[in-house]
Structures are given as C-alpha cells and as structure tokens.
C-alpha cells in the first residue's frame, strides 16, 4: 500500500508497531500510546484487502464489518482510561452523522478490564458507538500489521469494499479534514460491488 503522503506521525506510528510498543509498557507512564493526529490516505488502487473482522460487542451482540459494505466506515480505537478518546468520540460521532447514510461509525474497544467499563464511558461521553468489545487486540489484528491503527486513539476508515482508504493515528484535532476525507471516499466510483 502506498500512502499519498508519510508524514513524521505516521512515520512515529509505524515505529511504534514495529517495535510493539503498543502495551502498556514503554509508555512513559502513559496508559495508552498516543500519536499525532496526522491523516494519511491511500489512493484506491494501492488498498489492500478488505478487512474481515467479527467478534462481539460491547452492548453484548455481535459486530461484523462485512455488515457495513457499500457504507464507509469510521473505525475508532479507544479505551474508556483515555483521556483524549473522551474529547474524541463526539468529534467523530458528528462527522457521522454529517455525511449520513454514506457512512458508518463504528468503534474498537480495546484494553477494558471489564465490558461494563465500556458502557459507562459510551453513556457518560453521550455517544451511541456500536463497538467491538476488543481487549485481545483481536479486531486490530485483522488490519494489516504496516497500517494496524495501535494507538490509542487512532481512527481507520475503510472505504464502501470495506479496504483501509485512511488512516489517523492518535487524537483528532478537528474534524473538518476528516469529514472531507470521508466525503472523497464516499464519491469515489468504480468500487467492485458499487461500481
């Protein structure tokens, strides 16, 4: 895959991944490994696969990202101890909701000791996140390990195949790139099923 442009918090980012400093440990006293909030976007014939990921979630159902094909997809990694998730989801839950039916947000809980801390943290940020219930890193396994979105918070949107098409590592700042990032990977044409 050939990102449009590296930028040094993606270049931070894959270090982190290739040295699996994505734990709790080496993280100078953090709970979470933070990133930039750098976008990097991949152009549509340099995406891989689509990603294939079931398992279940945090409202106790199960997710599927093959449900949400023909929809882009804005995948969130977070975790109820982080405090930048917390500013996050409802940045995020309003790119959603201003690109409609176009999209889907979808998050990826990771690092919970218990799922009942998942749903505290959802009802006190006043979002309706459909999360996976992902402690293992099991979800974030099934993205490739070069674009696997490890830290926390980090944002992948898949475009309507269900292929990584963008890729945000660490807090979002503002949404107004995402949103026109979004859009872009809404109007694209020529997607295999949508064509």
Same mark, same amino acid.
């Given at each position: 895959?050939?990102?449009?442009?590296?930028?040094?918090?993606? &270049?931070a980012f894959a270090l982190l991944v290739l040295t699996g400093c994505s734990d709790l440990q080496g993280t100078d006293g953090k +709970?979470?490994?933070?990133?930039?909030? +750098?976008?990097?976007?991949?152009? $549509?014939? !340099?995406?891989?696969?689509?990603?294939?990921?079931?398992?279940?979630?945090? !409202? @106790?159902g199960e997710l599927d990202l093959a449900d949400y094909r023909g929809r882009v997809v804005i995948a969130n990694v977070w975790w109820? =101890?982080?405090?930048?998730?917390?500013?996050?989801?409802?940045?995020?839950?309003?790119?959603? +909701?201003?690109? @409609?039916? !176009?999209?889907?947000?979808?998050?990826?809980?990771?690092?919970?000791? =218990?799922? !009942?801390?998942?749903?505290?943290? /959802?009802?006190?940020?006043?979002?309706? /996140? $459909?999360?996976?219930?992902?402690?293992?890193?099991?979800?974030? /396994?099934?993205?490739?390990?070069?674009?696997?979105?490890?830290?926390?918070?980090?944002?992948?949107? &898949?475009?309507?195949? =269900?292929?990584?098409?963008? &890729?945000?590592? =660490?807090? &979002?700042?503002? $949404?107004?790139?995402?949103?026109?990032?979004?859009?872009?990977?809404?109007?694209?044409?020529?997607?295999?099923?949508? @064509?």
């Amino acid at each position: 895959m050939a990102p449009r442009q590296w930028t040094v918090g993606v &270049l931070a980012f894959a270090l982190l991944v290739l040295t699996g400093c994505s734990d709790l440990q080496g993280t100078d006293g953090k +709970q979470y490994v933070a990133g930039e909030g +750098q976008i990097v976007t991949f152009d $549509p014939e !340099d995406r891989g696969a689509p990603v294939q990921a079931r398992g279940e979630a945090v !409202d @106790g159902g199960e997710l599927d990202l093959a449900d949400y094909r023909g929809r882009v997809v804005i995948a969130n990694v977070w975790w109820s =101890g982080c405090g930048p998730c917390r500013k996050e989801l409802p940045l995020l839950a309003g790119v959603a +909701q201003e690109v @409609g039916e !176009d999209a889907a947000l979808l998050g990826i809980n990771v690092r919970e000791v =218990g799922v !009942d801390n998942s749903r505290s943290f /959802l009802r006190e940020v006043g979002v309706d /996140l $459909p999360s996976f219930y992902d402690p293992g890193s099991e979800v974030l /396994l099934a993205f490739s390990p070069e674009t696997s979105p490890t830290a926390i918070p980090s944002t992948a949107v &898949l475009d309507r195949d =269900g292929r990584l098409a963008a &890729l945000v590592t =660490g807090e &979002l700042r503002s $949404p107004v790139t995402l949103r026109d990032v979004v859009d872009d990977i809404a109007a694209e044409t020529g997607a295999a099923s949508h @064509g």
